[in-house]
Structure formats: structure tokens, C-alpha cells
T-cell receptor, first 111, second 113 residues
Framework: QKEVEQDPGPLSVPEGAIVSLNCTYS??????FMWYRQYSRKGPELLMY????GNKEDGRFTAQVDKSSKYISLFIRDSQPSDSATYLC???????????FGSGTRLQVQP | DTGVSQNPRHKITKRGQNVTFRCDPI?????LYWYRQTLGQGPEFLTY????????KSRLLSDRFSAERPKGSFSTLEIQRTEQGDSAMYLC???????????FGPGTRLTVT
């Protein structure tokens, strides 16, 4: 079983919809949680960064971390066709700097 | 542009040849990471530098792989005697501080024929 599980999708939604992306993890040592967006054949782009539990909002994006359930989420409001990409969750623990990634969820926003 | 840069962007090589990739991190970042990503998967950690010191290596980093970061600036990743299973996207990232956000470069796509 992988340390970080993520539904690969694809997830197809109409333009303007609210998108919910999720990851579960098994390692209770994870403290830092990130969401990256990756377009085809490009490098991952950092969207959200959260330390420990709680919510963080940035524009149309909201990240939530529930450490008690080992569950993290990314919400995208008013989704746009330009949001069509693969979304990767990533996490790391104190004292270990390497990121452990999920396999990514492919999102398609239909105009 | 002050982001992470990687060269070359694409490399096609024959099995058995050696290849070398370069990464230039964000200038004020002292931490540099290499990852490998295959199709449909998330990036997998290969190795990590703090300044010029290589502090961690994944078991994925076989003896054919070597990485350096002379003077704590740019880094190189060399693969000797390439195999078809080495075909992947090689990603470099940099960060500053403990738990700092990692910023990725565009990657080098390696194809071994």
C-alpha cells in the first residue's frame, strides 16, 4: 500500500463548478502538506502549502488538512478550462525534507 | 526569470550511453532536490543537497546514478550505462529552510532507445 493515496480520475466538471480533490495518507509523521498543479509535459507548480492541520485559502483555492483522519483536500471554486491539469498532493515530515507524492488526479473542466 | 531551470529539456540516448543533466536552483535557495517521474505517477524522490553536501539518497538511486552540487550552486545528475527503464522525466526542485516550499523546474525528459 502506498503512503499517499490519490484517485487518478479523470474528473470532468463543467466550467464554474466547485471541484474537490482529495488525498489520504498513512504516515502520521507528515506535517507539511502541499498541492501542485502539473500541465502535460511541464514541471509541477506549487499551488498551496499548509503546515499541520487547518484551512488555508488563496483566491479560488482552499486547502484543508485533517490530521486526525489523515485526509487532505483541495477545493477549486468557479473552475475554469485553464484549471484542466493533473493535481498532485505532496507531503513531508519534520526532519525529512523529501516530498512524498500522490499519483495525481487528472481534472478536465469543460467550457 | 528567477525560477528553477533545467537543461537539456529533452534528451534521447541509446541504451548503454551516459547522460548528464543540469539544474540551476532559485539563487537564494540552499536546498536542492532531484526527483524522477514516470507517466501516470507522481514524482519520486532521488536525492537531496543542502548547500554542497548530499544529505539523503533514495534506494532508487542505483550505483549508475551520481549527483553533485559543487560550491552549493547548480547541480548535475549523471546516469551511466543507461537502460530503457531510465526513461522518465527528471525533475529538480529547490527550497529554503526546514519544511520550506519546494519549487520545481520544467524537467528533463529522457528517452532511452
Amino acid at each position: 500500500q502506498k503512503e499517499v493515496e490519490q484517485d487518478p480520475g479523470p474528473l470532468s466538471v463543467p466550467e464554474g463548478a466547485i471541484v474537490s480533490l482529495n488525498c489520504t495518507y498513512s504516515n502520521s509523521a507528515f506535517q507539511y502538506f502541499m498541492w501542485y498543479r502539473q500541465y502535460s509535459r511541464k514541471g509541477p507548480e506549487l499551488l498551496m502549502y499548509t503546515y499541520s492541520s487547518g484551512n488555508k485559502e488563496d483566491g479560488r483555492f482552499t486547502a484543508q488538512v485533517d490530521k486526525s483522519s489523515k485526509y487532505i483536500s483541495l477545493f477549486i471554486r468557479d473552475s475554469q478550462p485553464s484549471d484542466s491539469a493533473t493535481y498532485l498532493c505532496a507531503m513531508s515530515g519534520t526532519g525529512r525534507r523529501a516530498l512524498t507524492f500522490g499519483s495525481g488526479t487528472r481534472l478536465q473542466v469543460q467550457p | 526569470d528567477t525560477g528553477v531551470s533545467q537543461n537539456p529539456r529533452h534528451k534521447i540516448t541509446k541504451r548503454g550511453q551516459n547522460v548528464t543533466f543540469r539544474c540551476d536552483p532559485i539563487s537564494e535557495h540552499n536546498r536542492l532536490y532531484w526527483y524522477r517521474q514516470t507517466l501516470g505517477q507522481g514524482p519520486e524522490f532521488l536525492t537531496y543537497f543542502q548547500n554542497e553536501a548530499q544529505l539523503e539518497k533514495s534506494r532508487l538511486l542505483s550505483d549508475r546514478f551520481s549527483a553533485e552540487r559543487p560550491k552549493g550552486s547548480f547541480s548535475t545528475l549523471e546516469i551511466q550505462r543507461t537502460e530503457q527503464g531510465d526513461s522518465a522525466m527528471y525533475l529538480c526542485a529547490s527550497s529554503s529552510g526546514e519544511g520550506g516550499e519546494q519549487y520545481f523546474g520544467p524537467g528533463t525528459r529522457l528517452t532511452v532507445t
